[in-house]
């Protein structure tokens, strides 16, 4: 015999916290400047698609979750600006070959007034 349709299920906790989760990661795609999981949903739908960015952004707030609960620490954001935040020796390769891929030449030397830190 065949259970009712509306009968609990196993996976039905599961499904009822994934879908609170997903709700507060599409609170958190409103037009906020500034925060770290913004810039990581942003990110992910570019490539992935809203859906399985709002599921990648859901586990990433468990984990921080997880972490804070089990350290005893507060939320600290790394900022809207972490994924674009390289060194500049990083950031003048990266430049370099887009410049080399566009068919031009191209050598890098340091400003000998601006010394780049690495």
Do not use: W
């Not at 709700?23 to 992935?48: D, I, K, N, T």
């Not at 507060?74 to 900022?79: E, K, R, S």
Request: proline share 5%; glycine share 8%.
């Amino acid at each position: 015999m065949r259970a009712p349709a509306n009968a609990a299920r196993p996976g039905c906790a599961r499904e009822h916290l994934a879908q609170d989760y997903t709700g507060a990661v599409r609170l958190g795609r409103r037009p906020q400047e500034g925060y770290y999981l913004q810039a990581q949903f942003h990110s992910l739908h570019a490539r992935r698609g809203a859906k399985k960015a709002i599921c990648a952004i859901a586990a990433s707030i468990l984990t921080s979750v997880y972490h804070m609960l089990r350290v005893g620490t507060f939320y600290h954001d790394l900022g809207a600006n972490h994924f674009q935040r390289h060194s500049p020796k990083y950031q003048a390769a990266c430049l370099a070959g887009q410049i080399a891929s566009l068919g031009f030449e191209c050598t890098l030397t340091p400003a000998p007034d601006q010394a780049v830190r690495v």
